[in-house]
């Protein structure tokens, strides 16, 4: 009943920026129930960011005050704005978001970081 795309992901040199996208289509979500998510080769996936509609958020320690996510509730969409971007930030990157008592998941979106 929910469906969650990511977009905006792609090839970008050190320092770089890029802009993700998740949009839910089949039932309205609360947006603030949504989150970022990431796994890189090798490891765990890991929590990323997660918002409040009061405009607090936490994120990653190893991305702090690099990222920030923001919601637009008409558009049933969340965002991920990633900055100063480093070979480290490497990974397929997912978001979530919490309807109808479960979780559910979209397919993700590569980001690869050159050096």
């Known amino acids: 009943q929910v469906q969650l795309v990511e977009s905006g992901g792609g090839l970008v040199q050190a320092g770089g920026s890029l802009r993700l996208s998740c949009a839910a289509s089949?039932?309205?979500?609360?947006?603030?129930?949504m989150r970022w998510y990431r796994q890189a080769p090798g490891k765990q996936r890991e929590l990323v960011a997660i918002a409040s509609s009061g405009g607090s958020a936490n994120f990653l320690d190893s991305v702090k005050g690099r990222f920030t996510i923001s919601g637009d509730n008409a558009k049933n969409t969340v965002y991920l704005e990633m900055n100063s971007l480093t070979p480290e930030d490497t990974a397929v990157y997912y978001c979530?978001?919490?309807?109808?008592?479960?979780?559910?998941w979209g397919q993700g979106t590569q980001v690869t970081v050159s050096s």
């Open positions: 979530a978001a919490w309807f109808n008592g479960r979780d559910y």
């Open positions: 089949g039932s309205m979500i609360n947006i603030n129930t």
